[in-house]
C-alpha cells in the first residue's frame, strides 16, 4: 500500500504516521516543510519519523515548484491533513493559502500521482453557528455563519474536494485533545490555549516581585466564559482509531463526523484545570461583577482567552453522526473522556509543555 501525506510533521499527522508505519507492507510519501536551514533528514529525525518506509519530499504546499517536484510514483491513498490553524482575522490570508490553495495543490498532487482515493481531513467546525438540529455528515453545508477564518477556510477547502472530480472521503475532528493513556499532546490550542491561559494568569499572580499585592489573599480573577456549555473533545487515539475503521470500510463521496458522543460540560473542564493546575480564586462565569477592578492581571487572562471565547460561551452545535456509528464497530467507538483522562491530558500538557509546577495532580 503506498500512501501520499500532508501535514505529517503536525499533532495528528504524527500519530497517523507513525500508526500506518507499523503495516509492514505500508510505503508512505509525504511533502514537509524544513526549518532554518535544517535537511528534510534532520527535520524527519527530530519528529521521529526517519523510517526505511517513510520517503519525505521539501517543501511547502503553497509552492507551486515544490509540488511539481514531488516524484512519488502511483498512490493508493493521499491523506491531506495539512492545515494552518489560527484563529484571528489578521491571519486570514495567510489562512487562505495554506488552507485553500494549499487543499487546491493537494487535489493537484493527488490527482497527478493518479490517487485512488483522497481522505481529506476537514474539522467539525466547518458547521460555523449551527442551531438547526444536528449537523449533516454529508454535502456541503450551506455557507453558514463563520466564527472565525480558520472555519471559513476550511469550508472552502471542503467545497474544493466535492468539485475536484478524484474519489473523496471527508473527515472531520471536532477538538483533538492528548492521548487517552499517557495524556501526551502536541498542541498548544482550543483546549490547550485556555490551559495556556490559566497558567499564565495564574503565574503571573504567584510571582514574588508582584506590585499590588492583595491583603486578602491572591486577586481574583475571571474567565469570561458559560460553565454550562458543552465542547465536543475526542482524544488523538480515538480520532486515529477512526480514521483506520474509514480507512478500512469507508464508502467514497461521504464524511465522517470524527467527534465524541459526549461533548464535555466546559465548567467541568474549568474545575479540572483549577485542581490540576493548583490555582484557586478564578472563576469561570458571563456575569463578573461590575465592580471588578479592570488589573493588568485580568487583562492577561481576557487577552489569552479571548481567541477561543466564541467556542467557550455557546454550545458546540450538535454533530449528526449517522455515517460514523453505522461505520465503527462498538470497540472502535470514542472512550468516555473520564475525570482521570481529563486529568491525565491537563496534567501531561502543564508538565512537559508549560513547565508548570507540579502541583498534586497526578493521583486523581
Ligand atoms: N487538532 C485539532 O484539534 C483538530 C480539530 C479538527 C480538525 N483538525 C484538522 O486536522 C488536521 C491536522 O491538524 P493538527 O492539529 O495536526 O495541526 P498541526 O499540528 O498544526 O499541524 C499542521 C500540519 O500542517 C502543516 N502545514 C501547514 N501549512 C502548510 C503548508 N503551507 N505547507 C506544508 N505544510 C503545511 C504543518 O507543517 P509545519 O510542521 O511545517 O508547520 C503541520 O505538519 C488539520 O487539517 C486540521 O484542520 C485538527
Known amino acids: 500500500m503506498r500512501l501520499f501525506v500532508t501535514g505529517a510533521s503536525g499533532f495528528l499527522g504524527g500519530y497517523f504516521l507513525r500508526d500506518l508505519i507499523r503495516d509492514p507492507s505500508s510505503e508512505i510519501y509525504g511533502l514537509i516543510r524544513t526549518r532554518n536551514g535544517n535537511t528534510l533528514e534532520d527535520r524527519a529525525r527530530s519528529l521521529g519519523l526517519l523510517h526505511p518506509r517513510i520517503h519525505f519530499f521539501p517543501g ?29 482575522e489578521d491571519r486570514r490570508s495567510d489562512l487562505v493559502r495554506s488552507n485553500v490553495l494549499g487543499t ?12 485512488r482515493k483522497f481522505f481529506h481531513i476537514s474539522t467539525a467546525y466547518v458547521s460555523g453557528v449551527y442551531d438547526d438540529g444536528p449537523v449533516p455528515e454529508d454535502g456541503v453545508l450551506p455557507s453558514p455563519e463563520f466564527r472565525n477564518p480558520y472555519e471559513e477556510t ?91 475503521a474509514i480507512r478500512e470500510r469507508g464508502e467514497l463521496s461521504k464524511t465522517y463526523h470524527c467527534t465524541h458522543y459526549q461533548p464535555v460540560i466546559i465548567g467541568r473542564l474549568h474545575d479540572e484545570v483549577m485542581r490540576c493546575l493548583d490555582i484557586k480564586n478564578l472563576t469561570m462565569t458571563l456575569d463578573r461583577p461590575a465592580t471588578h477592578p479592570k488589573t493588568g492581571l485580568q487583562a492577561v487572562l481576557d487577552r489569552a482567552s479571548r481567541v477561543y471565547e466564541e467556542y467557550i460561551t455557546a454550545h458546540d452545535p450538535v454533530f449528526g453522526r449517522n455515517n460514523i ?3 465503527l464497530k462498538p470497540s472502535e467507538q470514542p472512550r468516555p473522556l ?17 513547565r508548570a509546577r507540579q502541583p498534586a495532580a497526578e493521583a486523581v
Not at 503553497?62 to 484571528?88: K, M, Y
Not at 499532546?185 to 490551559?195: A, F, H, Q, R, T
Open 325 to 327: 456509528d453505522k461505520l
Open 154 to 244: 476550511k469550508h472552502e477547502a471542503e467545497k474544493l474536494v466535492h468539485e475536484s472530480g478524484l474519489p473523496y472521503i471527508i473527515i472531520r475532528p471536532s477538538t483533538v485533545i492528548g492521548h487517552s493513556q499517557t495524556g501526551e499532546v502536541d498542541s498548544d490550542k482550543m483546549m490547550y490555549g485556555l490551559i495556556k491561559a490559566y497558567h499564565t494568569a495564574d503565574r503571573l499572580r504567584r510571582r514574588p516581585n508582584r506590585k499590588s499585592k492583595d491583603a486578602d489573599g491572591p486577586q481574583m480573577l475571571f474567565m469570561n466564559a458559560d460553565p454550562g456549555v458543552s465542547l465536543n473533545a475526542i482524544c488523538v487515539d480515538d480520532v486515529i482509531r477512526a480514521m483506520q
Open 104 to 115: 487546491k495543490n493537494a487535489l493537484q498532487l493527488a490527482k497527478r500521482l493518479g490517487a
Open 60 to 88: 511547502d504546499l503553497t509552492d507551486q515548484s515544490a509540488i511539481d517536484a514531488v516524484d512519488a510514483g502511483p498512490i493508493d491513498e493521499f491523506w491531506h491533513l495539512a492545515s494552518l490553524t489560527e484563529f484571528t
Open 338 to 354: 473520564s475525570k482521570e483522562v481529563l486529568a491525565r491530558c491537563i496534567t501531561w500538557y502543564a508538565k512537559n509543555r508549560l
